[in-house]
């Protein structure tokens, strides 16, 4: 599947299927609240993508559970729900291949991670991302936000002058708001370094910990 919004939006249904599987209403509005804080997210895109991922064989659906004997009038009107009605029933699930999938995603640090489209959605699995790709994706972001505030500053500077009060305040604004995500970057960014600088030293004393073989038989 392509990279792109296509891309961000399979990461973000193969790592909220990972978690547990979920029917289709569950799995938008799980979609939503993850893409939602990051950008717009068309619930016309989601069933395309799964049937995509369906036909990928990334995912597998379970059908509604059978409510009843065929012949009872429960089970008459379950089988006369419409396709829409059944299809929002399924539930969606992660199969072996699309774990596989979802790891291949994870490692993923390139220039589009860092991008405001898809920047959430791979922080969103941070937890299941390695410390490595993590500092990459990190250091990305925090190096593209700087070209931002570098080109909105000297965007300012040439035409404050000719701007009136409510479009300077909202350039500030903007300004101030791309420079709270670097400090907050610069934290995070900090606290995983911090955190390798531990793993390396706990796998050294282990190391050191290890008995050293008697030779004195031999």
Same mark, same amino acid.
């Given at each position: 599947?392509?990279?792109?919004?296509?891309?961000?939006?399979?990461?973000?249904?193969?790592?909220?299927?990972?978690?547990?599987?979920?029917h289709g209403y569950e799995l938008r509005k799980r979609l939503n609240a993850l893409l939602g804080m990051f950008r717009a997210f068309s619930y016309g895109s989601l069933y395309p993508c799964l049937r995509q991922l369906l036909a990928d064989?990334?995912?597998?659906?379970?059908?509604?559970?059978?409510?009843?004997?065929?012949? %009872?009038?429960?089970?008459?009107?379950?089988?006369?729900?419409?396709?829409?009605?059944?299809?929002?029933?399924?539930?969606?699930?992660?199969?072996?291949?699309?774990?596989? +999938?979802?790891?291949?995603l994870l490692t993923q640090a390139g220039p589009s991670s860092w991008e405001d489209e898809s920047f959430g959605v791979h922080f969103?699995?941070?937890?299941?991302?390695?410390?490595?790709?993590?500092? #990459?994706?990190?250091?990305? #972001?925090?190096? #593209?936000?700087?070209? +931002?505030?570098?080109?909105?500053?000297?965007?300012?500077?040439?035409?404050?002058?000719?701007?009136?009060?409510?479009?300077?305040?909202?350039? +500030?604004?903007?300004?101030? %708001?791309?420079?709270?995500?670097?400090?907050?970057?610069?934290?995070?960014?900090?606290?995983?370094?911090?955190? @390798?600088? #531990? @793993?390396?030293?706990? +796998?050294?004393?282990?190391?050191?910990?290890?008995?050293?073989?008697?030779?004195?038989?031999?």
């Open positions: 599947m392509a990279v792109g919004k296509g891309g961000v939006l399979e990461l973000a249904v193969l790592g909220s299927l990972h978690e547990t599987p979920l064989g990334l995912i597998a659906e379970e059908p509604p559970a059978e409510c009843g004997s065929g012949t %009872s009038a429960q089970g008459a009107r379950d089988t006369a729900l419409p396709l829409t009605g059944r299809r929002s029933k399924i539930v969606y699930k992660l199969t072996a291949e699309g774990k596989e +999938r979802l790891q291949e969103a699995f941070f937890r299941h991302t390695e410390a490595e790709v993590r500092l #990459r994706i990190l250091e990305g #972001r925090r190096s #593209r936000l700087e070209e +931002r505030l570098d080109a909105v500053r000297t965007a300012l500077a040439r035409t404050a002058e000719r701007l009136d009060s409510y479009t300077l305040e909202l350039q +500030r604004h903007g300004l101030e %708001s791309v420079e709270r995500e670097v400090r907050w970057l610069n934290e995070l960014i900090d606290t995983e370094r911090a955190q @390798a600088v #531990r @793993a390396r030293a706990d +796998r050294a004393q282990a190391q050191d910990a290890e008995p050293v073989p008697d030779k004195t038989n031999e």
